[in-house]
């Protein structure tokens, strides 16, 4: 299942639990901040793949993504972060990683997305 959230551009307006595979988007100023919970693999990357391109195409102004509650990404997943990294990078829109488990944290490093997509803190 997958649910989008779509928050008031209040700041201080609280995201719902997250639990399964699960979107949460968040727009506020132009800036997406999208969080995934659960699964980032074969079963899943195909929808994260057309929400993201989807946000691609809005051209906002920055598309952050919020991993903190993936618990598995396999090379499906991989795959739709080079490809949305690679989309944002052609329209000029900064693509950033953050709040990555430690196992996911391990597979960027390992895989080189690191060297490739931009990685920050919370």
Not at 23 to 44: C, I, L, N, P
Request: charged share 20%; with cysteine; proline share 3%.
């Amino acid at each position: 299942m997958i649910a989008k959230w779509k928050a008031p551009h209040d700041a201080g307006t609280a995201r719902p639990t997250c639990s399964n595979v699960r979107v949460d988007e968040h727009v506020a100023d132009d800036v997406v901040d999208y969080k995934v919970s659960g699964r980032f693999d074969s079963q899943t990357a195909a929808n994260h793949q057309q929400e993201l391109m989807s946000i691609v195409d809005k051209g906002v102004s920055c598309i952050t993504l919020d991993l903190s509650g993936v618990t598995h990404l396999s090379t499906a997943g991989i795959r739709v972060l080079l490809m949305v990294g690679r989309a944002a990078q052609v329209k000029s829109i900064p693509f950033e990683l953050h709040s990555l488990p430690a196992a996911v944290s391990e597979i960027v490093r390992i895989t080189g997305l690191a060297e490739v997509l931009t990685l920050r803190e919370a």
